[in-house]
């Protein structure tokens, strides 16, 4: 990774050749071929918005311009998977914190929440963890029954689809009848699996989830590898999905280090109406130097800037609590009093658990075969077997960050786009119902087949004699291991987003309110996930004889926890205390714009013509799952909404180009010299056999 990186960084021409067939090869255009006036723009080119842009875009006759408030695409890490949690505190993070939680967040400085959110082309889809995950059907009647008409599953299923290019082959009991495919956002199931990872879902096989495609209809609860949004290897964002594909159409102008500081309004015909919007250009720095701009809006602003910054640009333009705008000094042009409202998010507690394995450097020469008993090499031997003729490498079973960065990682990751490097460990999950009156399922239980990495683990700020051991085992590259995450999937707190200044480049106040429900049904319902967790780890012959002890994060003030804490898991006040503690979010707020608040079931806002909010803001409440797909879904069916409206043709198809490893062989080819590449690929089983 050292090498490749420095080789991008002092070879400009061989860097920007490489990255345009990582990246998505979307260019920004130029300021000066900016027009001052489009039909639609687009305000944010994260997982909902650049689907919006692109797919008004297949309509010729209509000119879209997409802003976006970050860069392109071009950061190499964005690209390889496994690098994903080296993403955070970058320049393409917002890198917001949360007001200080009083209910948890014990373990952590200040008591407060880090929220990575994307700021770049693709945005968070850039720099999340890739997971696929629908939801249930549920969900979305759910949504309808609370009045989003249109919402419900029946009329979103399609929506999903229309987007999705699955690659996952049969046997990863992927559903094909409920698969899409040829469409821009590929999706895919890493191979080959992970030893862990299929021992995970043998495990929740034991305790009676079967192994089910959980982006079906008809499984609401059970358990399944992830699909991923990867493409041959490489992140499969939006702005690579849908950007790439409508990179061609002269009518979609895009444009980057574009800060929205206020969508503008005025009366017409009496009705409040958006017509455009004000504009602050250029990269992040001093203010002084920005360049501002208008762009008028001939049909429609769509505001796609995400669960956090959706309602701050709304609350900047005058729109939002009449008080809490003259709190800042904003003129309100309309009192919506729930925008910033009813903010959710999912909130996760993490269990490491280091591996029943030696710790030692692995090399790529020689299969590892440091399990202890005969019976674990026997499984090891048999799902090579199974996996004869498609490997290139024996050692599969890859669970520590020395692996991630050899050499032979590297290169089967950059020829073959496989390995280590091309998934974010992130790699299984469990849908369950822990509790049984809830209607919903409302426990998820994925499993990274790695210990964190130590940036990811940093970047939370935890207390000093929290968590020492396992931020040292983090930092180790030689500990091999596994962390299970509980996930909250339907809380019942709820908090809020609100503006800190009248300065769009302040960041807005973040409240989530974790755990302040009244009956403490979210402390009670993660008490019961971590129990799920650590049973699925101790209690069955899967994991259990590949797990060694807990990964110690010791909650110093109180007790004194062994290695292995299982005397402890039945203990009610120590179970409390590791969610008080080391509860944190996984990254998926929603619904501070949601509909019937703050906008209607077109997604137009209340009170305000020709002005939509298209992203996860405008869900009525979580869906049982990571986010990112249902918030792709929401940009789909907010663009048709946009289209039918106006009467807009798609003439432009959206496709994604053929599986193909050409871009990989090229890179290689132009980096390294024609003559060196052609000698490595023809010796591969000598160099790394």
């Given at each position: 990774?050292?090498?490749?990186?420095?080789?991008?960084?002092?070879?400009?021409?061989?860097?920007?050749?490489?990255?345009?067939?990582?990246?998505?090869?979307?260019?920004?255009?130029?300021?000066?071929?900016?027009?001052?006036?489009?039909?639609?723009?687009?305000?944010?080119?994260?997982?909902?918005?650049?689907?919006?842009?692109?797919r008004l875009s297949q309509d010729p006759a209509v000119t879209v311009l997409l802003l976006e408030a970050g860069p392109e695409d071009t950061k190499t890490e964005i690209h390889v998977p496994?690098?994903?949690?080296?993403?955070?505190?970058?320049?393409?993070?917002?890198?917001?914190?949360?007001?200080?939680?009083?209910?948890?967040?014990?373990?952590?400085?200040?008591?407060?929440?880090?929220?990575?959110?994307?700021?770049?082309?693709?945005?968070?889809?850039?720099?999340?963890?890739?997971?696929?995950?629908?939801?249930?059907?549920?969900?979305?009647?759910?949504?309808?029954?609370?009045?989003?008409?249109?919402?419900?599953?029946?009329?979103?299923?399609?929506?999903?689809?229309?987007?999705?290019?699955?690659?996952?082959?049969?046997?990863?009991?992927?559903?094909?009848?409920?698969?899409?495919?040829?469409?821009?956002?590929?999706?895919?199931?890493?191979?080959?699996?992970?030893?862990?990872?299929?021992?995970f879902?043998?495990?929740?096989?034991?305790?009676?989830?079967?192994?089910?495609?959980?982006?079906?209809?008809?499984?609401?609860?059970?358990?399944?590898?992830?699909?991923?949004?990867?493409?041959?290897?490489?992140?499969?964002?939006?702005?690579?999905?849908?950007?790439?594909?409508?990179?061609?159409?002269?009518?979609?102008?895009?444009?980057?280090?574009?800060?929205?500081?206020?969508?503008?309004?005025?009366?017409?015909?009496?009705?409040?109406?958006?017509?455009?919007?004000?504009?602050?250009?250029?990269?992040?720095?001093?203010?002084?130097?920005?360049?501002?701009?208008?762009?008028?809006?001939?049909?429609?602003?769509?505001?796609?800037?995400?669960?956090?910054?959706?309602?701050?640009?709304?609350?900047?333009?005058?729109?939002?609590?009449?008080?809490?705008?003259?709190?800042v000094g904003i003129d309100c042009v309309l009192d919506l009093p729930q925008v910033g409202q009813n903010l959710q998010d999912h909130l996760y507690v993490g269990l490491g658990y280091k591996a029943a394995f030696e710790q030692h450097e692995r090399t790529t020469r020689t299969p590892n075969r440091s399990y202890h008993t005969k019976e674990q090499r026997a499984k090891m031997d048999k799902l090579r077997a199974d996996q004869k003729g498609k490997l290139k490498f024996k050692n599969i079973d890859a669970v520590c960050a020395g692996d991630g960065e050899s050499f032979g990682s590297l290169w089967q990751w950059f020829v073959h786009g496989k390995g280590p490097l091309s998934s974010s460990a992130y790699d299984a999950h469990l849908i369950a119902r822990v509790n049984e009156d809830s209607e919903l399922p409302d426990m998820q239980v994925g499993i990274f087949c790695a210990v964190p990495e130590k940036d990811l683990v940093e970047?939370?700020?935890?207390?000093?004699?929290?968590?020492?051991e396992f931020v040292k085992d983090c930092h180790d590259k030689r500990v091999q291991g596994v962390s299970l995450i509980p996930v909250l999937l339907h809380?019942?707190?709820?908090?809020?987003?609100?503006?800190?200044?009248?300065?769009?480049?302040?960041?807005?106040?973040?409240?989530?309110?974790?755990?302040?429900?009244?009956?403490?049904?979210?402390?009670?319902?993660l008490m019961k996930g971590v129990r799920l967790g650590h049973k699925i780890i101790k209690s069955t012959e899967a994991m259990s004889a590949l797990v060694d002890y807990k990964i110690g994060s010791k909650l110093v003030e109180k007790y004194e926890v062994p290695d292995d804490d299982s005397d402890l898991i039945d203990n009610d006040a120590y179970v409390e205390d590791l969610v008080r503690h080391f509860a944190s979010t996984l990254y998926h707020p929603t619904s501070t714009c949601r509909i019937g608040d703050v906008v209607d079931s077109e997604l137009r806002v209340l009170g305000v013509k020709r002005l939509r909010v298209v992203d996860a803001s405008i869900m009525p409440h979580l869906p049982s799952g990571n986010t990112n797909a249902p918030a792709i879904m929401v940009g789909e069916k907010g663009a048709d909404l946009i289209m039918k409206a106006h009467n807009l043709k798609a003439q432009h198809k959206l496709v994604a180009p053929p599986p193909s490893q050409l871009d990989y062989y090229i890179a290689m080819a132009v980096l390294c010299g024609v003559p060196t590449f052609l000698m490595w690929y023809l010796n591969t089983y000598f160099f790394l056999l």
């Open positions: 990774l050292l090498y490749f990186e420095c080789a991008l960084n002092h070879c400009h021409s061989v860097g920007d050749h490489i990255m345009g067939n990582l990246g998505s090869r979307v260019k920004s255009t130029k300021p000066r071929s900016l027009s001052d006036e489009y039909d639609f723009i687009v305000i944010g080119a994260g997982s909902s918005g650049a689907v919006v842009a692109a496994a690098a994903c949690g080296k993403l955070q505190h970058t320049e393409i993070d917002w890198e917001y914190y949360t007001e200080p939680q009083k209910n948890c967040m014990k373990g952590f400085v200040d008591q407060k929440s880090f929220w990575p959110r994307g700021k770049v082309l693709g945005g968070c889809s850039a720099i999340n963890f890739m997971a696929y995950v629908r939801g249930c059907p549920a969900d979305y009647d759910s949504w309808a029954a609370q009045g989003a008409k249109g919402w419900d599953y029946l009329n979103v299923h399609d929506y999903f689809i229309r987007s999705q290019d699955c690659r996952a082959v049969p046997t990863n009991k992927v559903d094909e009848k409920y698969q899409g495919y040829r469409n821009p956002l590929t999706t895919s199931v890493k191979q080959p699996y992970n030893l862990i990872a299929e021992s879902v043998e495990a929740c096989g034991e305790l009676g989830f079967p192994e089910v495609d959980l982006n079906s209809p008809g499984h609401e609860v059970g358990c399944s590898l992830f699909q991923h949004t990867i493409r041959d290897g490489v992140r499969c964002s939006t702005a690579k999905g849908f950007l790439q594909a409508a990179k061609d159409h002269p009518n979609l102008h895009i444009l980057t280090n574009a800060h929205v500081t206020k969508i503008i309004t005025e009366t017409r015909h009496g009705s409040l109406t958006a017509t455009g919007v004000e504009v602050a250009i250029g990269a992040a720095g001093s203010k002084a130097s920005l360049q501002k701009r208008v762009f008028k809006a001939c049909c429609e602003v769509v505001c796609s800037a995400g669960a956090v910054n959706s309602p701050q640009i709304l609350n900047l333009s005058g729109i939002g609590c009449k008080k809490d705008l003259a709190a970047n939370n700020r935890p207390r000093e004699g929290f968590m020492d809380p019942k707190s709820r908090g809020f987003i609100k503006l800190k200044s009248s300065d769009p480049f302040d960041a807005p106040i973040i409240d989530p309110r974790y755990l302040s429900d009244k009956g403490d049904h979210d402390l009670k319902t």
